[in-house]
């Protein structure tokens, strides 16, 4: 079976802030459909990558392809109507409205967000809504924060905001999520059942997932592929089998975690 | 008391409840600081008097005109300035009032400092008709009793629209900008366009208060549109409270009745004074209810933009 084209494709990418290089030469795919784990240690550039591929940093050098269109210069609106959505590291969820509005303003095509569509179709808005608004409480509902729909996001706790800003963008159906360490401060029992969300979505929508993350449990045991950075540059990229046995990786990042886990 | 004396207090009050809604909306809806609400009224009342004085159209086409190129204005003024981010578009904002006051002060067009006349005789027809309907009522001593009924019939219907407005997804959309526009540009938003939009509406509300404004002083000078009264409406905004429509006219009547009903008082003052003490009067109810009741009296709490 020949490989169909990935649907991101980063080459040579350079990004500098002042006289640092964040991203200095990045290459790597992403296969339709996969799920692929971005992982190195802090301060590799993890984060400036998915600034880059979602369009909130610009590329100084390289190309990046999605779906084999290049999204050089696009603004991150543009790249999320293209199919890609990604969630932050520093959780940025919308206080001031509620959890159910938060979910529904990530609703896909709903005509009732233009003036003038509203006004031609005011019908077909509301039914959108009220199909918005079922896919969003089954949504929250996994993420555990069913009875929360009305509150006001400003009023939940840290993980709980990661848990909204996930199920906010997964809210999208976008083609390609980028997850920026979506266990991060969540505990143990949710950040698996994002994690079965996630292999759920993939399984039954064909989404694909590209998600950075230090837990190297939920890495090693989730993902099909991994991508390895480290200062900038892509040091290795295999199936977490291969990366566990490389020993540059074990070198850069996975040294003690490595240890323990080979006898 | 007299009657007419509070028939002005419910013009004012409706003209800046109208202008307000805009700023409600920007401010509160959007999180957009528009410091330059002003400027667009001035624009609007300029051009209907612009028109009809010296263009020779009539009062309600020039009408529809104006508040066409205030929302123009704030176009120009929202492609230019609106990338910035908040506090340096705020800024932007009331330079653009400026500018506009001092266009107006001395460009020929506008008649600069001798101001404006002559351009409200549809109106006062429309007034006399009205008046004679008033007289079955025995109503018909209250000269400005028509504008008022007009001003609080079209501030009404302005505030239903915008109430609508708001409970729709375009508005969720505003609502999440002003919550955090990276995370709603994320969500593919396209969020220039959206606060465009917002400031092109607001200016528009602006320059249909500016044509009452006309119309109740029947004479267009420069000092009428003073960028400061910007601040009254915001006033008015932390009085009825941010993120509520029927907060604007409440705040609005609240504001009036405070500044024009202390004229009414008794002091032994002298005039200079005493309009300084009314505005300490007006500041100081203001700090009161930042203290009792920060969100204002109908705003939510939970709408409240903790700044970053
Ligand atoms: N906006 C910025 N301005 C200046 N330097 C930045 C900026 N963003 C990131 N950097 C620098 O770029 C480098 C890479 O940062 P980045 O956030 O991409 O790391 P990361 O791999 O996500 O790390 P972590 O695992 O800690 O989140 C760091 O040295 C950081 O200091
Ligand atoms: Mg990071």
Do not use: C
Request: charged fraction near 15%.
């Amino acid at each position: 079976m020949s490989a169909p084209t990935p649907i991101l494709e980063v080459r040579d990418a350079v990004k500098h802030f002042d006289g640092l290089r964040a991203v200095a030469g990045a290459s790597f795919d992403v296969a339709r459909g996969s799920i692929t784990a971005l992982i190195g240690p802090n301060g590799a550039g993890k984060t400036t990558m998915l600034d880059l591929l979602s369009g909130f940093a610009r590329l100084d050098a390289g190309a990046i392809r999605l779906a084999n269109r290049s999204i050089a210069g696009m603004a991150p609106h543009q790249i999320a109507r293209l199919g890609l959505v990604r969630t932050f590291q520093l959780t940025r969820v919308l206080a001031g409205i509620s959890v159910l509005d938060n979910m529904l303003l990530a609703a896909p095509r709903q005509p009732g967000e233009h003036i003038p569509s509203l006004l031609a179709s005011p019908r077909l808005a509301r039914q959108r809504e009220a199909r918005a608004r079922l896919a969003a409480e089954e949504l929250l509902e996994t993420f555990g924060l069913r009875l929360k729909a009305a509150d006001y996001a400003g009023s939940l706790s840290g993980g709980e905001r990661k848990l909204l800003e996930i199920a906010r963008a997964l809210m999208t159906e976008s083609s390609i999520v980028l997850l920026d360490e979506p266990m991060a401060g969540v505990s143990p029992r949710l950040g698996r059942s994002i994690l079965d969300r996630i292999a759920i979505l993939r399984q039954e929508r064909g989404t694909t997932f590209l998600f950075v993350e230090h837990d190297m449990d939920a890495v090693m045991s989730r993902a099909d592929k991994v991508v390895v950075m480290a200062q900038g540059r892509v040091i290795a990229t295999g199936t977490p089998a291969e990366i566990r046995a490389d020993s540059m990786v074990v070198e850069a990042y996975l040294g003690g975690l490595a240890g323990e886990r080979v006898p | 008391m007299s009657v007419d004396f509070w028939i002005n207090v419910g013009v004012l009050a409706g003209i800046y409840g109208i202008f307000t809604l805009g700023l409600q909306l920007n401010a509160g809806f959007t999180g957009l600081l528009n410091f330059g609400q002003a400027g667009f009224m001035a624009i609007g009342a300029y051009s209907v008097g612009i028109f009809v004085v010296s263009w020779g159209l009539p009062l309600w086409l020039a009408f529809l005109l104006a508040v066409a190129l205030a929302v123009a204005a704030g176009m120009l003024v929202g492609i230019s300035a609106l990338r910035l981010r908040s506090h340096h578009f705020a800024i932007a904002t009331i330079g653009f009032a400026e500018i506009v006051r001092y266009t107006l002060q001395n460009a020929e067009f506008s008649g600069g400092n001798q101001g404006l006349i002559g351009f409200d005789d549809d109106w006062r027809s429309v007034n006399e008709w009205a008046l004679s309907k008033l007289a079955s009522v025995e109503l018909d001593a209250y000269t400005q009793l028509p504008l008022l009924l007009a001003i609080w019939a079209t501030f009404l219907v302005l505030l239903v629209t915008m109430e609508l407005l708001q409970r729709t997804p375009w508005a969720r959309v505003l609502r999440g900008i002003r919550e955090d526009e990276d995370a709603t540009a994320a969500l593919g938003k396209n969020t220039f366009s959206y606060k465009l939009q917002s400031l092109g509406i607001a200016a528009a509300l602006a320059a249909i208060a500016g044509f009452f404004v006309s119309l109740n002083i029947t004479y267009l000078y420069p000092t009428v549109f003073d960028p400061t009264f910007t601040f009254f409406g915001y006033a008015i905004l932390v009085l009825g409270g941010l993120g509520s429509y029927t907060g604007v006219a409440l705040g609005s009547i609240i504001f009036w009745v405070l500044l024009e009903g202390t004229r009414l008082m008794e002091t032994s003052l002298s005039a200079g004074q005493q309009s300084s003490l009314r505005f300490v009067i007006v500041g100081l109810s203001l700090i009161l209810l930042s203290r009792l009741r920060p969100q204002g009296i109908l705003g939510n709490r939970n709408e409240l933009r903790a700044e970053p």
